[in-house]
C-alpha cells in the first residue's frame, strides 16, 4: 500500500486463497461478462469445486492491484449505455479534510440521473428489462453452472424478483466499481462486515485494508462506518477499491458537520450530507427515518434504552425540538434524492433491542410498522429497499422477528445485526450472534450483518474482523442449507467425500478458512505423509472409525446380500428381519 | 501439580474466575448441604448475581489441593447411610499398566450393591424417596434460592423426573467426589467436554489438567475417551480428582484389551472392562448396544459411512462374525452390571451420520428405534439412561431429530454431540455445531457433547477445551433463555444493566470469561479510569447510543407527558397520535 495513505506496516492482501484459484465464467450476453469465483480444484479425480468469492481482484493473481488508481470500472460502459445519466459537476458539500489525511488522487467525475429517469436496477426490472448487473449476479448465485435444470436462477428470475421488492441489487451508478451481486430472501444469503474508523483509532489505511481483508474471507458487502477525522476522504479509498456494495449511515457524518450535538442537527445538513455520500457512490443508506417521536416514550422503561447510534441520535433530536424525526417528515426528499443515483435505502432499526429483556418490545415493533410503511414509499418512487433488524434477541423470539417483518415490510429484504441470542458472552458475541444469524437466515433473512469477537468491547482489529466473518459465512451458509438453496449442498457433499477419502489436502482447500484448518492439522501431524494418512491425532490409526468403515463397506460389498438385506429392510418398514418378528434382548 | 504424574509445565488451575467468588449455599436437610456457586459481586448497589460452577474446589481458594489424594468423599456418607451397598473386593481384571505410567497411590475400595437391591437414583425416586443428591441437584437448578414462587425446582421434582425416565442422576458409588446434577429436558441444558489421551499424544498429567481446566469453564460432565497407553490409570487419577460426572466408551479400552482388531473382541472381554470401569467409579457409559447386524448394510451407500469409533468397531464385529451386536444380545447382562454400582447407560448412536449428506437417514433413524427399545429394557431394570444423538445435521433437520427422539425413547434425555450444521468449516467447527447446539437444546436436548476448533484435524489442546466449553456454554444457555428456565434471565438482565449503567469491571465479571472480556476492553482503552467511562473504543464519546440514550430517558422523564404518550400509544392499537389519524410520510 503507497505511504500516503498508510500508517500500517500491513499492505493489502493480495493472491489466491491457499489452494483455490481465481476463475472467471464467460458468459456472451450483455456484449461479454466474465463473473469471478473461488475455485478449489480437487485430488482423487473429483471435479473442482466453484464457490462464491466477492474478493474482487485482489485475490486474482493477474492483476494489477494499484490503490492510488482504484479499481477498473467494470460497469461504466453498462451504465453509459443507458442513456439516462449525465455528468453532475456541482461540488461536494463536504468540509475540507484535515490535512494529515490524503486525498483520492484522480476522483471520478459523479453523475446523476438525468430528469424525469430514474436510473435505478428496480425501474429496470418494473419494466421488464433485464439489465447486465442482473445477468451478472444470477451467473454469480448459480455458481457458474449452466442455467438447465428447474432449479438454475435466471436473470429474469433476478429481474422478477427486485420488481416484486423481494431482492435488491445495489449499485449506485457513482460506483461501478462493484460487481454486482443480488440480495434477498430467494438468494444465497449475504452477509456484510462494518469497517471504520473511531474517533479514537484507527486510519485510512488500516481502512482500506480491513476492507479488502473482510471480502478475502468472504464479505459480501462493507459499510463504512467511520466517525473518526476526514470521513470523506476515507471513504472516497475504500469506494475506489472496493468491489463489493458500499454502505454507510450518513446521519454519522451529518452529525460530525452539525458539531457533534444532535440537537443542532437540521434537514439542509443532512441532505448535503447525503447528496455529497450519493455522488461518490456509496450503494445503501441506512436511514432512522422509523425512529418517531411518539416512539421514543416507549424506550424510557427499557433495559438498555436505545443502542443504534443513528436511533439514539434521532430520538435526542426529536425530544430537543418536540419534533417528528426530519428523515421521517422528508422521506419522500430522500427518495428523490436516492432515485437520481440508485442508491438503495436500508431502513434502520434505530430502535432494536439492546438486550434479551428489550427484544420484541412494542418499542422495536412500532418503528418496525413504519418501516413497512416507508418501504411501500420507497418502491413506489423506484428506490431499492432493504429493512433492518436486530439485535439482541432470545432463540425463542427470533423466528417471530422474520415473520413479523415479512409481513409488516411486504417481503422486503430483512437485513440483521446479530442477533445475540445471549448478552452473557462478550469477548464471543461472533458466536452468540452466529447462532441467531443462522436461524433467521434458515427462515428468509436476506443479509446478516456479521459482529466480532470485540463488540460492546472495542473496535475490531484485523483478526476480528476475520473471526466475524468467518463466523457469519458459517450462518449464511448453514442457512442456505437450511433453505435448499440449490448451489448450496455441493460445497459440503465435496467436502464430506475428501473426509472419507482421507484426501486431507482438498478437505483444507475446500474449508472456509484453509489456512487454519491447515495449520491446525500441522500442530500435531505437520509431515507431508500425514497429509494422505488414514488417521489422525484425534483418534490414531486403530481407532479410526472412517477406517474401519471402509473395512466394512469392502466387507459388505463383498457380500451379494448385503444391499438386498438393506432393500428388504427398508421395504420392511425398519424391522429388522421382518419374516422373522423383531427381536427383543 | 506433582511431579510423578505429569509430563507437563502447566499445573492445574485453581483459585476463582477473575471477580467472580466461590460461595456455598448452606441447607439443612439430609444432615446439611453445602451446595456450590460461582458469585459475582457487583458494584452500583445491585445484588451479586449466581452462576451454575461445575468447577469444584478447585475454584475454592480455602481449598487444599492434592492430586494424590483426589478430592474429598463428597457423597460416602449417604452411600453408606442408605445400607444397600457393600465392599467388592475381587481384583481388577485389568492387565498391568505400563511401567511409565503412575499409579494413583491409594485408590479406594470399590463398592458394590448388595444382592437384591438396585443402588441407583432411578430405584429411590420410583419408590418415592429424595436423596440427598436429589435436593443438592434440586438447589444448584435454581442456583440457590429459596425453592419459594411457582417457578421453584423443588427436590421432589428432580424425584419425579427421574422416576419418569426424564431425567438422570449419574451418580456411580464408587464415585463419591461428584458433586450431584441433573440432566433432562426440564433442567438447565447441559454440556459435556470430551478429554483423554490418544495414542499418538498427550499424557496423564496433561488430562487431569484439562479435566480440571473444562469445569473451571463450566463443563459439567467430561468423558474420558482415553484410547492411548494406560487407560486404566489414566482414568483412575480423573475420577479421584473429577467433581463432575465421568462418562467413557469402555469399547475403546475393551478394544485395547483383544489387542486392537475387532473382530477379536469377546462379550467376555467387554464384560470384564465394563466391571473394572463401574467399580473404578465411571458414572455413565456409552454403549454401541443400537448398531445391530441388519442395520450395517444401510450405510453402505453413504457418503462418510460410519463416524462413530464405537459404531465402527461394532459393525466391523457383526460383519467379521456375520452375528448379531453382543452388545444388543446381551444387554440384559449389561444393564445387570450398570444397576449394581448405578451406572448409567448412554445409549450410543454409533450410526449418527458424519456429513450433511447422510443427515437423518434410514440407518440413523433405524438405530434410534433401537435406542428406544433398550432404553425401556434399561427402565424396567432401574438403570438411568440417556440416548446419544447426533453429529452432522443441516438446521432444517434438527428438530426433527429432537422430535423423533422423544418419540422413539419415552422423552429420555437426549444427548447430542454437535450438531454440526454444515461441513465446510473446519477449525471452526465448535462455531457450526454451537449453532446446531443452541437449537436442539432449546426444543429440549438436555445435554451438549461440546466441539472443539480441533474437531476433524487433531487432538485438541488446552485453549481448543475452552474454545469448545464456551461456545458450548453459549448454545446451553442460549437454549435455557429459549425454555425460559426461571433461572437463567437474571444472568442476562444484570449484564444488560451493568452495560446500560457503563459499569465495565461488572460486565468483565459477569461473562462467561471474564479474562477475555477485560483484556478486549484493554486492547485499546487500558487505563482504569476508562473501566467506568461512558463510552468505549468502538463509537468514542461523542457516538455512544448508550450515552445519548441516558440523555433521552433523563429529558423524557423530566417531561411529564412522555409516559403518558407511551401509555396512549400502546393502548391506540401502536397508531400515532391515534386521534389525528395516522400522518403520512
Known amino acids: 500500500?503507497?505511504?500516503?495513505?498508510?500508517?500500517?506496516?500491513?499492505?493489502?492482501?493480495?493472491?489466491?486463497?491457499?489452494?483455490?484459484?481465481?476463475?472467471?465464467?464467460?458468459?456472451?450476453?450483455?456484449?461479454?461478462?466474465?463473473?469471478?469465483?473461488?475455485?478449489?480444484?480437487?485430488?482423487?479425480?473429483?471435479?473442482?469445486?466453484?464457490?462464491?468469492?466477492?474478493?474482487?481482484?485482489?485475490?486474482?493473481?493477474?492483476?494489477?492491484?494499484?490503490?492510488?488508481?482504484?479499481?477498473?470500472?467494470?460497469?461504466?460502459?453498462?451504465?453509459?449505455?443507458?442513456?439516462?445519466?449525465?455528468?453532475?459537476?456541482?461540488?461536494?458539500?463536504?468540509?475540507?479534510?484535515?490535512?494529515?489525511?490524503?486525498?483520492?488522487?484522480?476522483?471520478?467525475?459523479?453523475?446523476?440521473?438525468?430528469?424525469?429517469?430514474?436510473?435505478?436496477?428496480?425501474?429496470?426490472?418494473?419494466?421488464?428489462?433485464?439489465?447486465?448487473?442482473?445477468?451478472?449476479?444470477?451467473?454469480?448465485?448459480?455458481?457458474?453452472?449452466?442455467?438447465?435444470?428447474?432449479?438454475?436462477?435466471?436473470?429474469?428470475?433476478?429481474?422478477?424478483?427486485?420488481?416484486?421488492?423481494?431482492?435488491?441489487?445495489?449499485?449506485?451508478?457513482?460506483?461501478?466499481?462493484?460487481?454486482?451481486?443480488?440480495?434477498?430472501?430467494?438468494?444465497?444469503?449475504?452477509?456484510?462486515?462494518?469497517?471504520?474508523?473511531?474517533?479514537?483509532?484507527?486510519?485510512?489505511?488500516?481502512?482500506?485494508?480491513?476492507?479488502?481483508?473482510?471480502?478475502?474471507?468472504?464479505?459480501?458487502?462493507?459499510?463504512?462506518?467511520?466517525?473518526?477525522?476526514?470521513?470523506?476522504?476515507?471513504?472516497?479509498?475504500?469506494?475506489?477499491?472496493?468491489?463489493?456494495?458500499?454502505?454507510?449511515?450518513?446521519?454519522?457524518?451529518?452529525?460530525?458537520?452539525?458539531?457533534?450535538?444532535?440537537?443542532?442537527?437540521?434537514?439542509?445538513?443532512?441532505?448535503?450530507?447525503?447528496?455529497?455520500?450519493?455522488?461518490?457512490?456509496?450503494?445503501?443508506?441506512?436511514?432512522?427515518?422509523?425512529?418517531?417521536?411518539?416512539?421514543?416514550?416507549?424506550?424510557?422503561?427499557?433495559?438498555?434504552?436505545?443502542?443504534?447510534?443513528?436511533?439514539?441520535?434521532?430520538?435526542?433530536?426529536?425530544?430537543?425540538?418536540?419534533?417528528?424525526?426530519?428523515?421521517?417528515?422528508?422521506?419522500d426528499e430522500i427518495c428523490a434524492i436516492l432515485r437520481r443515483y440508485d442508491a438503495a435505502v436500508s431502513l434502520g432499526d434505530g430502535l432494536r433491542p439492546g438486550s434479551v429483556a428489550d427484544a420484541n418490545d412494542a418499542a422495536q415493533f412500532a418503528e418496525l410498522d413504519t418501516l413497512g410503511e416507508l418501504t411501500r414509499h420507497a418502491w413506489e418512487r423506484d428506490v431499492q429497499v432493504m429493512v433492518e433488524g436486530p439485535g439482541h434477541v432470545p432463540l425463542d423470539k427470533v423466528v417471530a422477528n422474520m415473520r413479523r417483518q415479512e409481513k409488516a415490510c411486504d417481503e422486503a429484504p430483512f437485513y440483521t445485526l446479530g442477533p445475540l441470542t445471549t448478552d452473557v458472552a462478550p469477548g464471543y458475541d461472533h458466536i452468540t450472534g452466529a447462532v441467531g444469524a443462522a436461524v433467521i437466515g434458515s427462515h428468509g433473512c436476506a443479509m446478516l450483518c456479521y459482529v466480532t469477537p470485540k463488540e460492546h468491547l472495542g473496535l475490531p482489529d484485523r483478526d476480528d474482523v476475520k473471526q466475524g466473518v468467518i463466523a457469519y459465512r458459517i450462518a449464511a451458509h448453514a442457512a442456505d442449507l437450511a433453505k435448499g438453496h440449490p448451489a448450496a449442498r455441493a460445497h459440503d457433499d465435496a467436502m464430506a467425500k475428501a473426509r472419507f477419502e482421507f484426501r486431507w489436502a482438498d478437505q483444507f482447500n475446500l474449508a472456509l478458512d484453509p489456512e487454519t484448518a491447515r495449520a491446525y492439522h500441522d500442530a500435531t501431524l505437520p509431515h507431508d505423509a500425514h497429509k494422505t494418512a488414514h488417521f489422525c491425532s484425534m483418534c490414531g490409526p486403530k481407532y479410526c472409525a472412517m477406517a474401519i468403515s471402509h473395512d466394512v463397506k469392502d466387507a459388505a460389498e463383498k457380500d451379494a446380500g448385503m444391499r438386498e438385506m438393506a432393500r428388504r429392510f427398508r421395504e420392511g418398514g425398519g424391522a429388522l428381519y421382518p419374516e422373522a418378528g423383531a427381536e427383543a434382548p
Open 1 to 331: 500500500m503507497p505511504d500516503s495513505i498508510t500508517d500500517s506496516a500491513q499492505p493489502v492482501t493480495t493472491g489466491p486463497i491457499p489452494g483455490s484459484c481465481k476463475v472467471y465464467v464467460a458468459d456472451d450476453r450483455h456484449g461479454g461478462l466474465r463473473v469471478p469465483f473461488r475455485e478449489v480444484p480437487l485430488t482423487g479425480g473429483e471435479p473442482p469445486v466453484r464457490l462464491p468469492d466477492p474478493s474482487g481482484p485482489y485475490t486474482d493473481p493477474a492483476a494489477a492491484i494499484n490503490l492510488e488508481a482504484g479499481l477498473d470500472r467494470l460497469r461504466a460502459g453498462w451504465i453509459a449505455a443507458r442513456g439516462d445519466v449525465a455528468d453532475d459537476p456541482a461540488p461536494f458539500n463536504a468540509p475540507l479534510a484535515p490535512a494529515d489525511i490524503p486525498a483520492f488522487p484522480a476522483p471520478p467525475r459523479p453523475l446523476a440521473g438525468v430528469a424525469g429517469t430514474a436510473p435505478t436496477q428496480r425501474a429496470y426490472a418494473r419494466a421488464g428489462i433485464v439489465t447486465p448487473e442482473m445477468t451478472y449476479a444470477a451467473i454469480r448465485e448459480n455458481l457458474g453452472r449452466a442455467e438447465t435444470g428447474d432449479d438454475a436462477i435466471t436473470p429474469a428470475y433476478v429481474r422478477d424478483e427486485i420488481a416484486a421488492g423481494r431482492a435488491l441489487l445495489p449499485a449506485n451508478i457513482n460506483h461501478p466499481e462493484a460487481e454486482p451481486m443480488v440480495i434477498g430472501r430467494n438468494f444465497l444469503v449475504k452477509i456484510n462486515a462494518n469497517l471504520g474508523t473511531s474517533p479514537l483509532a484507527s486510519s485510512v489505511g488500516d481502512e482500506v485494508d480491513k476492507m479488502v481483508w473482510a471480502i478475502r474471507w468472504g464479505s459480501d458487502t462493507v459499510m463504512d462506518l467511520s466517525t473518526g477525522r476526514g470521513i470523506h476522504p476515507v471513504r472516497e479509498w475504500v469506494l475506489r477499491n472496493a468491489p463489493v456494495p458500499v454502505g454507510t449511515v450518513p446521519l454519522y457524518e451529518a452529525l460530525d458537520r452539525a458539531g457533534g450535538d444532535p440537537a443542532d442537527l437540521t434537514w439542509e445538513i443532512f441532505r448535503d450530507t447525503l447528496i455529497d455520500q450519493c455522488r461518490q457512490g456509496v450503494d445503501y443508506f441506512t436511514i432512522h427515518a422509523g425512529v418517531r417521536l411518539a416512539h421514543v416514550p416507549l424506550t424510557v422503561d427499557r433495559t438498555t434504552g436505545i443502542v443504534s447510534r443513528g436511533g439514539s441520535i434521532m430520538a435526542r433530536w426529536c425530544l430537543a425540538h418536540h419534533a417528528e424525526n426530519f428523515l421521517y417528515e422528508r422521506f
